[in-house]
Structures are given as C-alpha cells and as structure tokens.
C-alpha cells in the first residue's frame, strides 16, 4: 500500500465525516446521478456551438434534493465533468461573502474560483493566465474586440481597455494586471484607464466613465464567457450551491435573487450571454418554505404594487427566475444495489486509510431516510469505533436536524448597488 494511496484515502474518509466533499471523495465514490450527468454533457455541448456561432442563448440547469442527498458531492463532480469537456469552470457557495442578489459579488466569487482544465500546462486564476499567455485565437480575439465595441454599455469601460490591449504598449504587463483584477470584480482607476490610452494616442478616441457597481457585475458576467471561448474553451460553467440561503433574506433581497437566477440563466432577452451555463443547487423543501411561510408567490404583485422606479422589471425578472427555480431536476435517491456498491467503497476507503480490514456493517433500520450523508457518515463512525474498540458494538442514534430558513439580518446586510467603483 502506497503513501500516496494512502494520504488520499485518508483525506477522503475525513472529508466524508464532516459531510463536506473534495476531489479526493468524488473521484472515489459513483454519483448514481446519470440524467444529470447526462444532460450536462447536452447542454455543454449545445454551449459550445453556440459560442462558436457567436450566439446568446438561455441555457441553465437546476437540480433539487433533500439536506444530506448529496447535492454538493454532484457539484464537485460535475465541475469535473466540465473541466474535462474543456470548459472553464467556477464552484460557489452562497453565503455572506457571496449573496445571489449582488451581481458584481457574485461574479467576484465565480472570476476567483474559477478553474481551467488541465490542459496546456497553464494554473492559477484563470482570468491573468488567459491574459498573459497571449494564446488567445486572432480570430475569435477580432470578433470579442468588435463585440466589446458594439455593447451599449461597454463603451465607456471595456472598450478602451480592449483598444489597449489590442495595441499592447511597452509596460503592458503592469496594465494587465490591472485589467485582470478589474475582469475579476476589483475595479482598477479611471486614470489607469486615461493614462494607457495617452500612451497609444487614443485618449481622445473614448470617453472613460466610472461605473455603478451593479454595472461592472452585470458588465463581466456576459464579458467573461466571451473572454473564455476566444481563449480557446467551450465556455464557463459556474455552479451555484445552496441557493436555499436565499430564504434567510429579506423579501427585496429576495426578488433580486429570484431575478439574478432568471438573468444568469438568459431567460431575460436584454440579458442573455454567449457560451456560459449556470447550475443552480436548490434543497427539495424550498418552495414549501418559501410560499408557505414567506409567501413568496405574491413577490411580483407585491413589487407592482409600490410603484417604484424599476421594480415593474423586477418583478418581471424575479417572476421568470421563480418560474425556472419551480421546475428542478430532481435527485433520486440511490436504489439498494447502488447504496450497496456505494457501501463497500467507503469501505475500502477506510481500510485503506488506516491499514486494516473493515469489517461489514450491518444496515440499521432506523437509517431509511434519503439522506445519503447520514448512511456514509454512520458507517463511518461504526468502522471508527470498531477499530478503536474491536470488541464494543456501536448503537447508532440518528437526530434530524431541521433547516433554519429565518431572516438573518447579516446574511441579509448588503451595498448599495448605486455605489460607484472608480
């Protein structure tokens, strides 16, 4: 037995205790998820001849299933899938740091997480390694350059960094790294901006302007998958895990994230993307929460009824995105023969892991539940506690511990999509 076999096995069993799933566990472990996987690879397909043909399209999946069934075990996995169909691929976490509702965080979170595949010996964060390889195609670096020109919207802002980059200056390397933070959701100064264009003599050409912050989000998110496609990938897949955290904010907050789900999956025609696909993570009692207890159905009557500027569109977005978040692709739960195989490989793991033979457990009636966390984990603290006392017999007790979905005022906290980034 090898160390290496080793450590990963290790690494595996401690990531499969505390419930949270790596790369390790993934590569180890089957999904008994086929449709899902399935209809990623269609759907990746379908991304790529559409980036191809230069077209926006809608495009997202959303899969559902109960706390426990195994939902973030299938991201990672597919992240996988992803990476190996050439794609470039992002996994985020709503949480504090990354609410749904604050588009130039969010894509913050998705330009930091983003992985490239393996391929071409390039690491590290996607964004300045396609931008200091210089590998970008000339054609498809043509088309973006006259895409970026035409973009109501990105004139003021991309447009002159593209003029910049395409004249590529001495000491561009110092402006790249500008450029690369701001295409990652920092934003770089205004003068960077007017000083690297006078130095090409094109300062007269564009008028640089500043930039709210929900316009540079809104900006990167259909930049950024054009940017991948002419560095030579299929596109980007950003995977969004347990958008139920939406429920904790307030009912305006709310709306916004129902409208970003719309938005990100190109439901709304003024905002569709070119070559990027969205996975959406969602528990399966969501909606039972949020129309039973939030009434979340009455949002866009609601949004109508206060006559602001600008909630008639959010009303349209957010009930578009309620529409899509109602019709998941829902997780089953593994059939008998699969929990079996799916047994004996934890099984293995553990022997491996700590240089014994694990000895068959026998299934407790009280775990018959969906929940294929609470089958793994239990397994794994009978095999523990057995190897530590081979002659105690454990008796397991399982508690549920329900989902807390109350308002929680700093998950909720956020900045003013009016506020200007310079």
């Known amino acids: 037995m090898c160390a290496e076999s080793t450590l990963m096995a290790r690494r595996a069993i401690e990531v499969l205790r505390s419930g949270v799933p790596n790369r390790d566990a993934v590569r180890q472990l089957p999904v008994f998820q086929g449709d899902v996987t399935q209809k990623l690879t269609e759907l990746v397909w379908e991304m790529q001849e559409s980036a191809t043909a230069g077209e926006e399209s809608a495009r997202s999946m ?14 990672e996995y597919l992240r ?21 509702f604050d588009s130039l965080k969010l894509v913050r979170a998705a330009a930091e997480t983003a992985k490239l595949p393996e ?46 980059l395409e004249e590529r200056p001495a ?41 709210t912050q929900k316009a540079l989000g809104d900006c990167l998110w259909r930049l950024l998958p054009r940017l991948f496609h002419a560095a030579g990938y299929s596109g980007w897949v950003v995977l969004i895990d347990e958008v139920e955290l939406i429920l904790r ?6 709306a916004k994230s129902y409208a970003q789900i719309a938005k990100l999956s190109g439901v709304i025609k003024d905002f569709r993307m070119c070559g990027f696909l969205p996975v959406f993570s969602v528990t399966d009692d969501f909606w039972g929460y949020a129309d039973d207890n939030l009434h979340d ?9 206060r006559e602001k500027y600008g909630d008639a569109e959010l009303a349209r977005c ?27 490989r934890v099984r293995h793991l553990h022997s491996e892991a700590f240089g014994w033979e694990a000895p068959q457990v026998r299934e407790r009636e009280a775990l018959s539940s969906r929940s294929v966390r609470e089958h793994v984990k239990s397994w794994i603290a009978e095999w523990d506690m057995m190897l530590l006392y081979p002659d105690y017999r454990t008796s397991i007790v399982i508690d549920e511990v329900p989902q807390e979905y109350s308002e929680d005022e700093d998950l909720s906290s956020e900045t003013s999509a009016r506020d200007i980034v310079d």
Do not use: N
């Open 62 to 75: 959303i899969i559902s299933g109960a706390f426990g069934a195994g939902k973030s075990h299938l991201l």
């Open 171 to 211: 000491g561009i390397d110092e402006f790249l790294d500008k450029v690369a933070w701001e295409w990652s959701g920092y934003p770089m100064k205004v003068t960077d901006i007017r000083t690297a264009l006078k130095d090409i003599d094109q300062h007269k050409a564009y008028q640089v302007r500043t930039i």
């Open 119 to 164: 391929v071409g010996g390039m690491s590290g964060r996607a964004i300045p390694e396609i931008l200091f390889s210089k590998r970008l195609d000339p054609t498809k670096w043509s088309r973006l350059y006259q895409w970026v020109h035409e973009q109501p919207g990105l004139g003021d802002r991309v447009a002159p960094v593209f003029k910049v």
């Open 318 to 344: 957010a009930e578009a995105g309620m529409k899509l978040l109602r019709r998941p692709r829902a997780l089953r739960p593994p059939r008998e023969d699969e929990l079996g195989e799916l047994k004996e």
């Open 297 to 305: 159905f009455e949002i866009p009557v609601w949004l109508q009824g």
């Open 249 to 254: 904010y307030s009912k305006l907050q709310r």
């Open 80 to 100: 996988h899938q992803a990476l190996e169909q050439g794609c470039v691929c992002s996994h985020l976490v709503i949480s504090k740091e990354t609410p749904l």
